[in-house]
């Protein structure tokens, strides 16, 4: 083995063999971690020639220790984990897979949505607890074509959600600065912005990233002008929600619901207002997971990690922002 390295920081598949051999194949050496803290990953990722990350953070102290010219690539879609902008200026290579779970993430969002809009879950507790009470439980239900579906950010997940969304004759409206006119006009949705979004939607659905603009977008004032039947699903990332602020609005009656996929901090701390809240569906950053997803996304990083040693550039670099 030559003294490159490849480093995993941490994962949640059964196992790592195609990175492995990918690694092996090109006579680096090959390391898997467990890491969940920033001084962890800078540990295990020092000197490296390739990391790959999943969950836990690499700021920018972790990044400075990689090797000159190494790559840095990210299981997954979003990249907000990694400082990205120390990675550039470093001259580090950064790629992540934006295409391996666009199905999954659109059919656990639809999942979410229509659990929460048929009331599924409060009538489910409703006959374990002894009551035989739909219309008790459910009011006020109005019909899947009476409902206007919002989308904060229409990008790949999103239009597989709007697809999914179509037949039940929702009305769309649509907040994302990428949408024009004519594109709006071709999907037969409503171009609009944030604020209208929030007060016209009978339903909101996240699907932007986390960047300078949407962090901590449903807040307190933002929530504040939503429709007091309106229900939330967040299936793109957690710092997208003031987690204090929605749990307070559930508990106060101000939303209809919501549904959580990801959250600021995970797993979800054990004193978060989330746990408490009512008429609140939680999943364990779970909408990504199908056995075939784990498939794609393992060896499409396995195939990154193989390009990297022979020199050459990730499949899908993270973009310049």
């Known amino acids: 083995m030559s003294g490159r390295r490849v480093v995993v920081t941490d994962y949640t598949f ?16 090959f390391e898997a971690h467990r890491c969940r803290s920033a001084a962890e990953v800078a540990a295990a990722i020092r000197g490296a020639d390739v990391a790959v990350v999943q969950f836990a953070p690499c700021p920018a102290e972790a990044v400075a220790g990689l090797a000159p010219g190494a790559t840095l690539l990210r299981y997954g879609i979003g990249y907000d984990n990694i400082d990205v902008a120390a990675a550039r200026a470093r001259g580090v290579h950064v790629g992540y897979v934006p295409d391996y779970c666009i199905a999954e993430v659109a059919d656990h969002s639809v999942a979410m949505l229509l659990t929460l809009l048929r ?77 209208a979004l929030f007060a016209g939607a009978d339903a909101l659905l996240l699907h932007a990233p986390a960047v300078a603009g949407t962090v901590g977008i449903v807040n307190r004032a933002t929530l504040a002008t939503m429709r007091p039947h309106a229900v939330i699903v967040n299936t793109a990332r957690g710092r997208l929600v003031d987690e204090a602020a929605l749990a307070a609005a559930l508990a106060e009656g ?38 075939a997803a784990i498939d794609r996304l393992q060896g499409l990083v396995a195939a990154d990690i193989a390009r990297a040693l022979e020199g050459g550039a990730p499949r899908c670099p993270v973009p310049a922002n």
Request: contains cysteine.
């Open 254 to 291: 101000r939303i209809g619901g919501a549904a959580l996929d990801v959250f600021e901090s995970e797993p979800l701390p054990v004193d978060s207002p989330l746990r408490d809240a009512p008429n609140l569906i939680l999943t364990p950053h779970a909408a990504w997971y199908s056995d």
């Open 119 to 195: 009331r599924i879950v409060p009538m489910d507790r409703s006959v374990r607890q002894g009551r035989w009470d739909a219309v008790g439980v459910a009011r006020p239900l109005r019909p899947l074509a009476d409902t206007v579906v919002g989308f904060l950010g229409l990008g790949r997940i999103g239009r597989e959600v709007l697809a999914r969304l179509r037949p039940f004759g929702c009305r769309f409206l649509v907040a994302d600065p990428a949408l024009d006119a004519p594109a709006a006009a071709a999907l037969d949705v409503e171009a609009c912005g944030a604020g």
């Open 14 to 29: 059964p196992a790592l063999a195609r990175e492995q051999a990918a690694a092996e194949a090109a006579g680096a050496r």
